[in-house]
């Protein structure tokens, strides 16, 4: 059945590979195509949206996270050494991200250029300090510098790039595969796919994805739709700074931890022109998650892996 599973996959690829070949204009996604004219209506609905998204996030963190411990007076705690660094790229990609659909937003509602850009940047250091604080009250963690640091260079990537190059030539995207581990830690590591998918880091990959076409020279004919890609992880971690050998009782097997490299294709599904509302709209919401594909591994076990099909 795995094998199966990786054949499919492999066989989407190389199809959508295939047909995005044909000769092509440069391509928009015609998702939240920004509007020439102010749309206070548009604005508002937003506006309203976004309030109720964000309710409905803070109460899924606060059961999620926040429940099972005690409140404490607010309080920094430094993280920088744990999880081999994964939860700070995440912090990076998740405001990068929250900065781009911000500022998509903005346009589609006819907000200027340069003012869309300051809202979207803004909205995403406004959304990941809440989180920050909440932390800063919490007995299990704290106010993280280092988490600071991380969403506000994630928003500036954005920021830096739309107001440069006018587009996203480099994007941050996210890419998770199941692993053991959780198996050994459920309460730290996730009890469920959902929440293993947010907890397991050894599961989750971070990837710089760079469209080339972008790079070149405006007459060039390169698919518009092809990225490379760098992507980060880790593995081998059940615990935070270093791993139990006890839990609940029970031995937990010796794991190395070690960091992974990895070089892939990717598919910046955005530039792809097609006139399918379903496409265009699946796409954007999807824009933030790596496309599988062949991928070269080097880690610090100083191992060279090749992955036919990676997520």
């Given at each position: 059945?795995?094998?199966?599973?990786?054949?499919?996959?492999?066989?989407?690829?190389?199809l959508v590979f295939f047909i995005?070949?044909?000769?092509?204009?440069?391509?928009?996604?015609?998702?939240?195509?920004?509007?020439?004219?102010?749309?206070?209506?548009?604005?508002?609905?937003?506006?309203?949206?976004?309030?109720?998204?964000?309710?409905?996030?803070?109460?899924?963190?606060?059961?999620?996270?926040?429940?099972?411990?005690?409140?404490?007076?607010?309080?920094?705690?430094?993280?920088?050494?744990?999880?081999?660094?994964?939860?700070?790229?995440?912090?990076?990609?998740?405001?990068?991200?929250?900065?781009?659909?911000?500022?998509?937003?903005?346009?589609?509602?006819?907000?200027?250029?340069?003012?869309?850009?300051?809202?979207?940047?803004?909205t995403a250091l406004g959304y990941?300090?809440?989180?920050?604080?909440?932390?800063?009250?919490?007995?299990?963690?704290?106010?993280?510098?280092?988490?600071?640091?991380?969403?506000?260079?994630?928003?500036?990537?954005?920021?830096?790039?739309?107001?440069?190059?006018?587009?996203?030539?480099?994007?941050?995207?996210?890419?998770?595969?199941?692993?053991?581990?959780?198996?050994?830690?459920?309460?730290?590591?996730?009890?469920?796919?959902?929440?293993?998918?947010?907890?397991?880091?050894?599961?989750?990959?971070?990837?710089?994805?760079?469209?080339?076409?972008?790079?070149?020279?405006?007459?060039?004919?390169?698919?518009?739709?092809?990225?490379?890609?760098?992507?980060?992880?880790?593995?081998?971690?059940?615990?935070?700074?270093?791993?139990?050998?006890?839990?609940?009782?029970?031995?937990?097997?010796?794991?190395?931890?070690?960091?992974?490299?990895?070089?892939?294709?990717?598919?910046?599904?955005?530039?792809?022109?097609?006139?399918?509302?379903?496409?265009?709209?699946?796409?954007?919401?999807?824009?933030?998650?790596?496309?599988?594909?062949?991928?070269?591994?080097?880690?610090?076990?100083?191992?060279?892996?090749?992955?036919?099909?990676?997520?």
């Amino acid at each position: 059945m795995i094998k199966l599973r990786y054949f499919l996959l492999k066989s989407c690829f190389l199809l959508v590979f295939f047909i995005s070949f044909v000769p092509e204009m440069r391509a928009q996604n015609k998702f939240l195509e920004p509007s020439a004219q102010y749309n206070p209506d548009r604005l508002k609905g937003v506006v309203i949206t976004e309030i109720a998204g964000g309710l409905l996030i803070s109460t899924g963190l606060y059961f999620l996270w926040y429940r099972k411990h005690p409140r404490t007076p607010f309080h920094f705690f430094n993280d920088n050494r744990e999880w081999l660094q994964m939860d700070k790229v995440g912090h990076l990609t998740t405001a990068y991200n929250i900065a781009a659909v911000q500022y998509d937003l903005m346009r589609w509602c006819g907000v200027k250029n340069d003012a869309s850009i300051a809202i979207g940047s803004l909205t995403a250091l406004g959304y990941m300090s809440i989180i920050e604080v909440l932390d800063g009250f919490s007995s299990k963690w704290g106010f993280s510098n280092g988490d600071m640091l991380a969403n506000i260079l994630g928003s500036a990537l954005f920021a830096a790039q739309q107001k440069g190059w006018g587009e996203q030539r480099i994007s941050l995207k996210f890419s998770y595969h199941a692993t053991i581990y959780p198996g050994y830690y459920p309460e730290e590591l996730g009890k469920n796919r959902i929440s293993r998918i947010l907890k397991d880091y050894n599961g989750q990959t971070y990837w710089l994805s760079f469209n080339i076409k972008s790079f070149l020279s405006a007459k060039n004919d390169f698919p518009s739709w092809l990225n490379m890609s760098a992507g980060y992880g880790a593995e081998g971690m059940i615990g935070a700074t270093q791993n139990p050998e006890t839990l609940s009782g029970k031995t937990i097997p010796y794991t190395r931890r070690f960091r992974q490299f990895y070089l892939a294709p990717d598919a910046d599904l955005l530039r792809v022109s097609s006139e399918s509302g379903f496409f265009n709209t699946a796409s954007y919401f999807t824009r933030f998650i790596k496309v599988p594909a062949p991928a070269l591994e080097w880690n610090t076990l100083k191992r060279l892996t090749f992955h036919p099909v990676y997520f």
